[in-house]
């Protein structure tokens, strides 16, 4: 029903924020991997968006990256992972750590996220593998040298209304001796030809 939301940061209380969209203040629910990367209250960004409607509430969950959304959903698919325990799997885990962990069926890497027991794990292992590869591979999210900057840079320009297809064609060519500020600036010169 709501898959993006661009406004201003009103409000941050993690693991929630407030967005305020041309006077409509929306609260949103993010994992600490997109709370962390979020600009300061006052600027703007856009959120990718999961809307969760349930008997006794209205939930709207929000993300930097497709990626990160796409994980959010594949997880929620799975019986006894809720909408609170798929965030905090990813506030506890980047989606190319999750996606690893799971290609390698390392449960051990899963139990150590609060509220991840030894059986849920093993579950997450069965019911995710083969489904999150591609994600591993696309985002290099929280990876540190050149791949991590290149994530930073994809989460800029998808903050600044980017689709992630499109900012991920800027980014295959970009230098891998540029800094983070630098290669947004080289990335908005590649989209804007």
């Known amino acids: 029903m709501i898959g ?36 300061a209250v006052g600027e703007r960004t856009t959120l990718l968006t999961h809307f969760v409607v349930r008997e006794d509430a209205q939930i709207l969950f929000g993300f930097l990256s497709a990626g990160e959304r796409d994980a959010f959903r594949q997880l929620i698919k799975i019986s006894g992972v809720g909408p609170r325990t798929a965030l905090g799997i990813l506030s506890g885990l980047s989606v190319s750590d999750l996606a690893q962990a799971i290609q390698s069926q390392e449960a051990d890497f899963l139990v150590k996220i609060p509220g ?56 295959k060519s970009l230098p891998l001796e540029l800094s983070v500020s630098e290669g947004i600036k080289w990335a908005l010169k590649s989209l804007s030809t």
């Open 116 to 171: 991840i027991g030894k059986k849920t794990a093993e579950r997450l292992l069965l019911e995710l593998k083969g489904k999150l590869d591609w994600l591993g591979e696309s985002t290099g999210l929280d990876k540190k040298g050149p791949q991590g900057e290149k994530a930073d840079v994809l989460q800029a320009l998808v903050a600044l209304g980017y689709s992630e297809k499109e900012a991920q064609l800027a980014l």
């Open 4 to 39: 993006r939301l661009t406004g201003v940061v009103a409000e941050k209380a993690p693991p929630q924020i407030l967005m305020d969209c041309h006077g409509v203040g929306y609260e949103v629910w993010v994992p600490m991997s997109t709370f962390y990367h979020l600009p």
